[in-house]
Structure formats: structure tokens, C-alpha cells
Nanobody, 123 residues
Framework: QVQLVESGGGLVQVGGSLRLSCAAS????????IGWFRQAPGKEREFVAT????????SYTDSVKGRFTISRDNAKNTVYLQMNSLKPEDTAVYYC????????????????WGQGTQVTVSS
């Protein structure tokens, strides 16, 4: 069992930045790839970014490439999502999730999920 807790969400203006954190506890954190997903009102949950257990490989959805950066600190059992140049369409609840697969982009590949943190970008 892996427990995940997101933090760092909030209200930010267009063009601003936020850094989300995903803190893990339970089973060995470094065994899992960690992904970020988001869900806007009335929309399906979508993949945002993922990072391998070592941090050596990452993957992003096209709409956030060049603006978001995922990283991890296994010593702190934490994964980060640095979000820059935020846009109104980035408004959503952001979730982190853990997977035993390599660079998974599909939600079904993730076994453990956090409760989410709200990000609101105002124009």
C-alpha cells in the first residue's frame, strides 16, 4: 500500500507559477513511477506528466511541454510538478498516482491515487 498526499494548489493569475508536491508513505516509494493527472469540471481525467522510479525518464502531455517540469526526490519520498506560464485551461483538480509500470500515461496503469489538489488560474 502507498499513500499519496498532494499539496501546493491554489489560485494564481494567468502567466503565474505553482509547484505541486506529492508526498508518499507506505511501501518503498522508489519502486514506483509517479504520474500527475488532472480533471477539470465536466471533463475526463487526463494525463499530465510522469517520471520513472529513478527520475531518469519523464513524459508530458503536449499541452504542458515546455511549461511544466516533473521531478522527484526519493530521499524525501516526494515528487514535484513545477508549473509555469499557467493558462486558464490548466484549471483543474490535480492528482498524483503511483504505478509499477515504466513511464505509464494511462490512468489504468496506476494503482494508488491521492485525493487531489485544486489549481485555479484566473484571467
Amino acid at each position: 500500500q502507498v499513500q499519496l498526499v498532494e499539496s501546493g494548489g491554489g489560485l494564481v493569475q494567468v502567466g503565474g507559477s505553482l509547484r505541486l508536491s506529492c508526498a508518499a508513505s507506505g511501501r518503498t516509494f522508489s519502486n514506483y513511477a509517479i504520474g500527475w493527472f488532472r480533471q477539470a469540471p465536466g471533463k475526463e481525467r487526463e494525463f499530465v506528466a510522469t517520471i520513472t522510479w529513478s527520475g531518469g525518464s519523464t513524459s508530458y502531455t503536449d499541452s504542458v511541454k515546455g511549461r511544466f517540469t516533473i521531478s522527484r526526490d526519493n530521499a524525501k519520498n516526494t515528487v514535484y510538478l513545477q508549473m509555469n506560464s499557467l493558462k486558464p485551461e490548466d484549471t483543474a483538480v490535480y492528482y498524483c498516482a503511483a504505478s509499477v509500470h515504466y513511464v505509464p500515461r494511462a490512468a489504468v496503469s496506476y494503482k494508488y491515487w491521492g485525493q487531489g489538489t485544486q489549481v485555479t488560474v484566473s484571467s
